[in-house]
């Protein structure tokens, strides 16, 4: 599903950096954190101004929708809505606590984000491929548990089927850095530029949907123009509004 069926990220950015410390102490996660530095140079653009907590917010609230979504498809849509996952404050209470079944839920909810950073996905729709992707292999009757979220064998099919989908759907940032108005030349919103020309060569009629991009204050004018072939350009410019 296109991502502006998500919910705005703002509404779950509640974390604060001092949290990322204190959880990557005491779960020990510094071999995690240093593969973290990477991720925001890969993560999906409306994340990449979080931290790697307030990122793992994120997917875990995602989780509890897909969850619902996937029983009621493969199970039973009646009991769906009555399934639960626990949210990050509680995973966090826990931790707080000792409990180590908040402790390996938690640790596997930041190393499945990870991997979604990593492939560049929307959390909603990674979680959705990978969890669909275990059930095909699942001989059970209740749902995979975080832990089993990042099997190499279905992230390598996610990531065969997130190419896929990139062709036939536009997958396009709601945070509003990347308006043209709030350019100011920084990494992620270059990579987000890159990214939608990528979006618009991989459709027969890229002139079209570079020029949408342009009128839609995605893309800045001047960029195109020294990016794209004369002949191509020329084509973009008899599409813009």
């Avoid at 890969?42 to 101004?49: A, E, L, P, Q």
């Avoid at 001989?139 to 089927?161: A, C, G, I, N």
Wanted: with cysteine; proline share 5%.
């Amino acid at each position: 599903m296109p991502l502006n069926d998500q919910a705005p990220i703002g509404e779950m950015d509640r974390s604060l950096p001092i949290d990322d410390d204190y959880v990557t102490y005491t779960l020990n996660l510094g071999k995690f954190q240093d593969f973290d530095l990477g991720l925001f140079a890969t993560k999906w653009f409306d994340y990449r101004h979080l931290t790697p907590l307030q990122a793992t917010r994120l997917y875990t609230a995602a989780l509890e929708p897909v969850y619902q979504r996937i029983y009621a498809r493969e199970f039973d849509r009646e009991k769906a809505k009555y399934i639960k996952v626990a949210d990050l404050d509680k995973l966090l209470e826990g931790l707080r606590r000792g409990d180590s079944h908040a402790k390996a839920t938690f640790t596997a909810c930041w190393r499945g984000r990870q991997v979604a950073d990593a492939l560049g996905m929307p959390y909603e729709i990674y979680l959705d491929l990978i969890v669909s992707a275990r059930l095909r292999r699942w001989q059970r009757t209740q749902m995979p548990r975080p832990q089993h979220l990042y099997h190499e064998y279905d992230v390598e099919k996610v990531q065969l089927r997130w190419e896929e989908m990139q062709a036939s759907d536009l997958y396009l940032a709601e945070h509003p850095a990347y308006m043209v108005q709030n350019y100011q030349g920084a990494l992620h919103q270059n990579d987000y530029h890159e990214w939608l020309i990528k979006q618009a060569r991989l459709r027969q009629n890229t002139a079209y949907y570079i020029a949408r991009f342009i009128d839609e204050d995605r893309l800045p004018l001047d960029k195109v123009s020294s990016r794209l072939e004369p002949h191509l350009f020329e084509q973009v410019t008899s599409y813009l509004q």
